[in-house]
T-cell receptor, first 110, second 114 residues
Framework: SQQGEEDPQALSIQEGENATMNCSYK?????LQWYRQNSGRGLVHLIL?????REKHSGRLRVTLDTSKKSSSLLITASRAADTASYFC??????????FGSGTRLQVQP | DAGITQSPRHKVTETGTPVTLRCHQT?????MYWYRQDPGHGLRLIHY???????DKGEVSDGYSVSRSKTEDFLLTLESATSSQTSVYFC?????????????FGQGTRLTVV
Protein backbone atom coordinates (compact mmCIF):
# COMPACT_ATOMS: atom_id res chain seq x y z
CA SER A 1 0.00 0.00 0.00
CA GLN A 2 1.14 3.52 -0.70
CA GLN A 3 1.83 5.75 2.27
CA GLY A 4 1.86 8.86 0.13
CA GLU A 5 -0.33 9.73 -2.78
CA GLU A 6 0.43 12.65 -5.02
CA ASP A 7 -1.98 14.95 -6.73
CA PRO A 8 -2.10 15.77 -9.59
CA GLN A 9 -0.59 12.81 -11.40
CA ALA A 10 0.57 15.11 -14.18
CA LEU A 11 0.99 18.85 -14.48
CA SER A 12 1.94 20.99 -17.47
CA ILE A 13 2.79 24.66 -17.06
CA GLN A 14 4.65 27.44 -18.83
CA GLU A 15 8.10 28.58 -17.83
CA GLY A 16 7.89 31.25 -15.15
CA GLU A 17 4.67 29.92 -13.64
CA ASN A 18 4.43 28.31 -10.24
CA ALA A 19 3.87 24.57 -9.83
CA THR A 20 2.08 23.08 -6.85
CA MET A 21 2.01 19.39 -6.03
CA ASN A 22 0.17 17.78 -3.15
CA CYS A 23 0.82 14.66 -1.14
CA SER A 24 -1.36 12.80 1.31
CA TYR A 25 -0.20 10.11 3.69
CA LYS A 26 -1.85 7.67 6.03
CA UNK A 27 0.08 7.15 9.24
CA UNK A 28 1.89 9.36 11.73
CA UNK A 29 5.29 10.52 10.57
CA UNK A 30 8.58 11.85 11.90
CA UNK A 31 9.26 13.76 8.72
CA LEU A 32 8.19 14.02 5.11
CA GLN A 33 10.59 14.35 2.21
CA TRP A 34 10.34 15.34 -1.43
CA TYR A 35 12.46 13.84 -4.19
CA ARG A 36 12.89 14.66 -7.86
CA GLN A 37 13.51 12.15 -10.63
CA ASN A 38 14.67 13.16 -14.06
CA SER A 39 13.80 10.77 -16.86
CA GLY A 40 15.91 7.64 -16.73
CA ARG A 41 17.73 8.66 -13.57
CA GLY A 42 17.66 7.87 -9.87
CA LEU A 43 15.84 10.00 -7.33
CA VAL A 44 17.43 13.08 -5.84
CA HIS A 45 16.54 14.47 -2.42
CA LEU A 46 15.07 17.98 -2.50
CA ILE A 47 13.86 18.89 0.95
CA LEU A 48 12.80 17.41 4.29
CA UNK A 49 10.22 18.85 6.65
CA UNK A 50 9.92 17.59 10.22
CA UNK A 51 6.56 16.74 11.72
CA UNK A 52 6.75 19.74 14.07
CA UNK A 53 7.32 22.18 11.19
CA ARG A 54 4.55 23.76 9.14
CA GLU A 55 6.55 25.35 6.36
CA LYS A 56 10.06 25.18 4.98
CA HIS A 57 11.87 26.97 2.17
CA SER A 58 14.85 26.06 0.06
CA GLY A 59 15.65 28.30 -2.87
CA ARG A 60 12.61 28.22 -5.18
CA LEU A 61 11.04 25.39 -3.21
CA ARG A 62 8.43 25.83 -0.52
CA VAL A 63 7.05 22.87 1.39
CA THR A 64 4.12 22.92 3.75
CA LEU A 65 2.98 20.20 6.11
CA ASP A 66 -0.41 19.82 7.78
CA THR A 67 -0.23 16.87 10.14
CA SER A 68 -3.89 17.22 11.13
CA LYS A 69 -4.86 16.58 7.50
CA LYS A 70 -1.94 14.26 6.84
CA SER A 71 -0.98 16.26 3.80
CA SER A 72 1.93 18.19 2.35
CA SER A 73 2.44 20.44 -0.63
CA LEU A 74 5.48 21.31 -2.71
CA LEU A 75 5.53 24.66 -4.48
CA ILE A 76 8.12 25.40 -7.13
CA THR A 77 8.17 29.10 -7.92
CA ALA A 78 9.21 30.68 -11.20
CA SER A 79 9.54 27.30 -12.87
CA ARG A 80 12.16 26.57 -15.51
CA ALA A 81 12.32 24.01 -18.28
CA ALA A 82 14.99 22.24 -16.23
CA ASP A 83 12.38 21.59 -13.52
CA THR A 84 10.70 19.10 -15.85
CA ALA A 85 10.79 15.85 -13.88
CA SER A 86 8.72 13.58 -11.67
CA TYR A 87 8.34 14.58 -8.04
CA PHE A 88 7.71 12.15 -5.20
CA CYS A 89 6.86 12.59 -1.57
CA UNK A 90 8.20 10.04 0.88
CA UNK A 91 7.73 9.26 4.54
CA UNK A 92 10.22 7.51 6.72
CA UNK A 93 9.30 4.17 8.21
CA UNK A 94 11.35 1.77 10.32
CA UNK A 95 15.07 1.15 9.68
CA UNK A 96 15.22 4.47 7.81
CA UNK A 97 13.32 3.00 4.87
CA UNK A 98 11.13 5.33 2.85
CA UNK A 99 7.61 4.82 1.57
CA PHE A 100 6.98 6.76 -1.62
CA GLY A 101 3.91 8.17 -3.27
CA SER A 102 3.10 7.49 -6.89
CA GLY A 103 4.53 10.82 -8.03
CA THR A 104 3.59 13.90 -10.04
CA ARG A 105 4.98 14.32 -13.55
CA LEU A 106 5.77 17.98 -14.13
CA GLN A 107 6.27 19.33 -17.64
CA VAL A 108 7.51 22.90 -17.91
CA GLN A 109 7.05 24.30 -21.39
CA PRO A 110 9.73 26.80 -22.50
CA ASP B 1 25.27 9.44 -6.53
CA ALA B 2 26.97 9.03 -3.12
CA GLY B 3 29.29 6.43 -4.62
CA ILE B 4 26.51 3.99 -5.56
CA THR B 5 26.97 1.81 -8.61
CA GLN B 6 24.38 -0.61 -9.92
CA SER B 7 25.14 -3.39 -12.36
CA PRO B 8 24.03 -4.28 -14.87
CA ARG B 9 22.24 -1.13 -16.02
CA HIS B 10 20.07 -3.06 -18.45
CA LYS B 11 19.20 -6.73 -18.67
CA VAL B 12 16.82 -8.87 -20.66
CA THR B 13 16.22 -12.35 -19.35
CA GLU B 14 13.86 -15.22 -19.94
CA THR B 15 11.07 -16.32 -17.66
CA GLY B 16 12.23 -18.90 -15.15
CA THR B 17 15.89 -17.94 -15.13
CA PRO B 18 17.68 -16.65 -12.03
CA VAL B 19 18.91 -13.07 -12.10
CA THR B 20 21.21 -11.22 -9.73
CA LEU B 21 21.50 -7.45 -9.55
CA ARG B 22 24.40 -5.85 -7.78
CA CYS B 23 24.63 -2.65 -5.79
CA HIS B 24 28.07 -1.41 -4.81
CA GLN B 25 28.78 1.55 -2.54
CA THR B 26 32.11 3.06 -1.66
CA UNK B 27 31.32 5.12 1.44
CA UNK B 28 30.79 2.47 4.12
CA UNK B 29 27.09 3.11 4.62
CA UNK B 30 25.39 0.72 6.99
CA UNK B 31 21.86 0.89 5.55
CA MET B 32 21.14 -0.21 1.98
CA TYR B 33 17.85 -0.73 0.17
CA TRP B 34 16.38 -2.24 -2.97
CA TYR B 35 13.31 -0.63 -4.51
CA ARG B 36 11.39 -1.34 -7.68
CA GLN B 37 9.65 1.31 -9.71
CA ASP B 38 6.62 0.63 -11.86
CA PRO B 39 4.29 3.06 -13.61
CA GLY B 40 1.58 4.27 -11.25
CA HIS B 41 3.23 2.80 -8.16
CA GLY B 42 6.13 5.05 -7.38
CA LEU B 43 8.93 3.18 -5.64
CA ARG B 44 8.21 0.16 -3.50
CA LEU B 45 10.63 -1.36 -1.03
CA ILE B 46 11.73 -4.93 -1.77
CA HIS B 47 14.37 -5.66 0.85
CA TYR B 48 16.78 -3.70 2.97
CA UNK B 49 19.92 -4.30 4.95
CA UNK B 50 21.08 -2.70 8.18
CA UNK B 51 24.48 -4.33 8.28
CA UNK B 52 26.52 -7.24 7.02
CA UNK B 53 24.34 -10.34 7.01
CA UNK B 54 21.45 -8.32 8.49
CA UNK B 55 18.54 -8.03 6.08
CA ASP B 56 14.80 -7.74 6.24
CA LYS B 57 11.79 -7.80 3.94
CA GLY B 58 10.03 -4.82 2.53
CA GLU B 59 6.59 -4.32 1.05
CA VAL B 60 7.06 -6.43 -2.09
CA SER B 61 9.59 -9.11 -1.18
CA ASP B 62 7.90 -12.19 -2.67
CA GLY B 63 10.08 -13.76 -5.37
CA TYR B 64 13.19 -11.89 -4.27
CA SER B 65 16.10 -12.65 -1.99
CA VAL B 66 19.07 -10.55 -0.94
CA SER B 67 22.52 -11.04 0.45
CA ARG B 68 25.05 -8.77 2.05
CA SER B 69 28.33 -10.52 2.78
CA LYS B 70 30.33 -7.29 2.96
CA THR B 71 29.46 -3.68 3.67
CA GLU B 72 29.96 -2.41 0.15
CA ASP B 73 27.83 -4.92 -1.76
CA PHE B 74 24.10 -5.62 -1.60
CA LEU B 75 22.84 -8.25 -4.03
CA LEU B 76 19.26 -8.73 -5.16
CA THR B 77 18.36 -12.11 -6.63
CA LEU B 78 15.26 -13.10 -8.53
CA GLU B 79 15.24 -16.85 -7.99
CA SER B 80 13.04 -17.57 -11.01
CA ALA B 81 12.21 -14.46 -12.98
CA THR B 82 8.61 -13.79 -13.98
CA SER B 83 7.15 -11.21 -16.33
CA SER B 84 5.66 -9.36 -13.34
CA GLN B 85 9.22 -8.63 -12.22
CA THR B 86 9.88 -6.54 -15.30
CA SER B 87 10.66 -3.22 -13.70
CA VAL B 88 13.31 -0.64 -12.94
CA TYR B 89 15.25 -1.52 -9.82
CA PHE B 90 16.92 1.09 -7.66
CA CYS B 91 19.46 0.66 -4.93
CA UNK B 92 19.72 3.29 -2.22
CA UNK B 93 21.64 4.13 0.91
CA UNK B 94 20.58 6.43 3.72
CA UNK B 95 22.52 9.06 5.58
CA UNK B 96 21.64 10.67 8.87
CA UNK B 97 21.19 14.42 8.74
CA UNK B 98 20.28 16.90 11.45
CA UNK B 99 16.59 16.56 10.62
CA UNK B 100 16.31 12.88 9.80
CA UNK B 101 17.64 10.64 7.09
CA UNK B 102 18.27 11.36 3.44
CA UNK B 103 18.34 8.67 0.78
CA UNK B 104 20.76 8.56 -2.12
CA PHE B 105 19.94 6.44 -5.12
CA GLY B 106 21.84 4.60 -7.77
CA GLN B 107 21.09 5.08 -11.46
CA GLY B 108 18.81 2.09 -11.66
CA THR B 109 18.74 -1.25 -13.48
CA ARG B 110 16.12 -1.78 -16.15
CA LEU B 111 15.14 -5.45 -16.13
CA THR B 112 12.94 -7.00 -18.79
CA VAL B 113 11.67 -10.54 -18.34
CA VAL B 114 10.43 -12.08 -21.59
Amino acid sequence: SQQGEEDPQALSIQEGENATMNCSYKTSINNLQWYRQNSGRGLVHLILIRSNEREKHSGRLRVTLDTSKKSSSLLITASRAADTASYFCATETGRRALTFGSGTRLQVQP
Amino acid sequence: DAGITQSPRHKVTETGTPVTLRCHQTENHRYMYWYRQDPGHGLRLIHYSYGVKDTDKGEVSDGYSVSRSKTEDFLLTLESATSSQTSVYFCAISELTGDGTEAFFGQGTRLTVV
